[in-house]
């Protein structure tokens, strides 16, 4: 089995590609940062890896994403398994001041994924087999004072995957969109993490494998996510305007 | 960037102390200067996954480094069996990681729970139901990396930086972050055990069963009924077992099948539901040993079945007492300390009776000794339960015992050194930047 992992050093990606390592999978993993391209590589080879190669790239740079999706290719061959799990969370009070930083996070949370996701797509759809995970949000599901910015471009995001399903279903490739709920990770290192509604990388991360490889279309990890933002979104305006959510 | 987040969620595993900490959740080991730049005056302890018992993880209003996501296996050799891994990875994950080689290796040592991290073992210098074979946790760390509050980084081994090395191994992680550790995994035939449960009367019958068991089993312990009083002080379930070679496929390793999810009422344990459970549960083993072959994960950690089970105890926590008592009088001590808890009619269902062996740890500060440990849990009824808990001490003392400190929450700064005498050596080797709420309670500077 070949995986890609664009934001290979991200929690959720690390927990998503041990998974897939203790199974022998081979790697193609993607980041900005080397050193810790090479520890996770090295924690792949460890835990079952048959091969890991790593690239250095800033995924912002939409040019850069074409070479990156044919240096794939030569290393891996066919691209059974694709994972989209890079992104940045935007801090809201700079997104509104200045749109720049807002132009600049729509930049790397929609249109950085949306480009990789067209060079990776239009390879598995010759493939005609595979299965595409994208790393969404429940921040999506509703605009919020508090991150509409970030919020955006996870809806843009996922209205773009469930296209890109639609239309390669027909080729034979899965497509899922992932919104994860509250997990324990450094980029959560703010929040007090007691409660039921926490979940670990490890337990999110067995949702998106289970997803992957059972063709769900959105995957809402844990689950329970699915019926809280449910309620959410059916919380009539005049009542949502009153609350800081 | 901020580094350091103030939150009140972090808790040890018996809940009964709540503080204020100023938390930090490296994602990788690279942002470690930063933070140790950003403690300022505070003083930093790491944290993993909080499976210590009282506040020797903990640092009251200071710094806590959340190691859990510096988690990185640095390399294995399936041919020696030597892992390098950061102080991040869990018990769980080299098992795991036993499995994925063919069952050839094992931990050589492991407590009670897979969910402890490596660093958390080598800071406790952890035991195990094999302790008269194969030692403490530290007696199979090949080397450490150690990063000091000025930010170097220092090796640390048998051989190299050999006063840190020994300071580190059950040094509740004062000397500074351990940052990764070369570990020696033990071959095994396989990943299932051969066990056998054994039901006896008496605490002689205890010793008599563990004599006989020392040779051929490699691990032994019992359960025992706390409440029993009298002759039959010391009852209970003699467990001993070894791995054998086995054609079935290996066994899962699996993560809590149920959950407590929310703390139970304090009404739900009380002396007469734990006398019920008690005299039920010793029902389940037969005089005669019965032989089966189970798979390790059951056998060695039943309880990591029942996630957060530590709920069991209520909303205001639990303290787990457990001490060591010299081999030279454990049988009168034990007896003492049995007949104590039985009186006060309030141990817990969770009680275990076990010996150690003669074989050292390097570990300067290291709980155990040559003789029988007791440790068992009491729900926090507040002064009650520390009174009762000061009586323990007192008989623990004049034995010429100690407790652990991984399990203490409450224990006086005077019966803590009189069971240590060699704490002023390691006072010495603890970094400048690193305390925690216990040893501000029991170390230099405390009442004494």
Known sequence: MNMVIFGATSAIAQAVARLYAKKGARFFLVARNDERLAIVAADLRARGAAQVETANADLADLSLHANLVARAQSALGALDRVLVAHGTLTNQRAAETGADVMAQEIGVNFLSAASLLTHVANVMELQRAGSIAVIGSVAGDRGRQSNYVYGSAKAGLGVFVQGLRHRMSRHGVNVTLVKPGFVDTPMTAGLAKAGPLWATPAKVAADIKAAMEGGAAILYTPWFWRWIMLIIRSVPDAVFRRTRL | ??????????????????????????????????????????????????????????????????????????????????????????????????????????????????????????????????????????NHVLSLRLMRSDGTVLTCSPDENTALFRATVGGMGLTGLILSARIALKSVPGLWVENEDIRYDTLDEFYALTNDSLEGWEYTVAWIDCLARGQATGRGIFSRSRHIASSRPAPPIRDPRIALPVNLPNIALNKITMAAFNALYIRRARRKPTRKAVPFDGAFYPLDAIGQFNRLYGRRGFYQYQCVIPTRVERDATRALLSEISQAGVGSFLAVLKTFGDKLSPGLMSFPMPGTTLALDFANAGASTLALLSRLDAITRAAGGRIYAAKDGRVSAADFQAGYPQWTDFARLIDPGFSSSFWRRVGAGAAA
């Open chain 2, 1 to 138: 960037m901020d580094a350091l987040h103030q939150r009140k969620d972090a808790l040890s595993w018996g809940r009964a102390h709540h503080f204020t900490h100023h938390i930090a959740q490296p994602a990788f080991a690279d942002e470690l200067p930063t933070i140790l730049k950003e403690r300022g005056a505070r003083p930093v302890l790491a944290r993993g996954l909080g499976r210590s018992y009282g506040d020797s993880g903990l640092n009251a209003d200071n710094v806590l480094i959340d190691m859990r996501a510096l988690d990185h296996v640095r390399g294995f050799n399936p041919d020696t069996g030597v892992l390098d891994a950061e102080a991040g990875v869990t018990l769980k994950d080299i098992l795991e990681l036993c499995a994925q080689y063919e069952g050839r290796w094992f931990l050589p040592v492991t407590p009670g729970t897979k969910f402890v991290t490596l660093g958390g073992a080598i800071a406790n210098d952890v035991h195990g139901k094999n302790h008269h074979g194969a030692g403490c946790f530290g």
